[in-house]
Nanobody, 115 residues
Framework: QVQVEESGGGLVQPGGSLRLSCTSS????????MGWFRQAPGKERELVAQ???????MYADSVKGRFTISRDNYKKILSLQMDSLESGDTAVYYC?????????WGQGTQVTVSS
């Protein structure tokens, strides 16, 4: 069964940092652009960062300069370094192919930014 598994979320104070990781057994991980999505309560899921096979990264304006996406194609690991976190970053974070999600969604990992 195709799976992705996100980890690394937690509770952090404003201005803090977290590093998210995503692993997948899916071959698509090695063939497609990958991205991190997030969904806040009452809002639609949105793409916040994506990365090409060769490592070119693109970010939503809301996270540009604060988040850094990276990938290890051999190990099939996608990472998201999140710095200078704000309350507006509170959401469940998911990984998938980007911009279109081709892999079944995983459980996600909860990120809560609060003092």
């Amino acid at each position: 069964q195709v799976q992705v598994e996100e980890s690394g979320g937690g509770l952090v104070q404003p201005g803090g940092s977290l590093r998210l990781s995503c692993t997948s057994s899916e071959t698509a991980f090695s063939l497609y652009e990958m991205g991190w999505f997030r969904q806040a309560p009452g809002k639609e899921r949105e793409l916040v960062a994506q990365i090409t096979l060769h490592g070119h990264a693109m970010y939503a304006d809301s996270v540009k300069g604060r988040f850094t996406i990276s990938r290890d194609n051999y190990k099939k690991i996608l990472s998201l370094q999140m710095d200078s976190l704000e309350s507006g970053d509170t959401a469940v974070y998911y990984c998938n192919t980007a911009p279109g999600a081709l892999i079944p969604w995983g459980q996600g990992t909860q990120v809560t930014v609060s003092s």
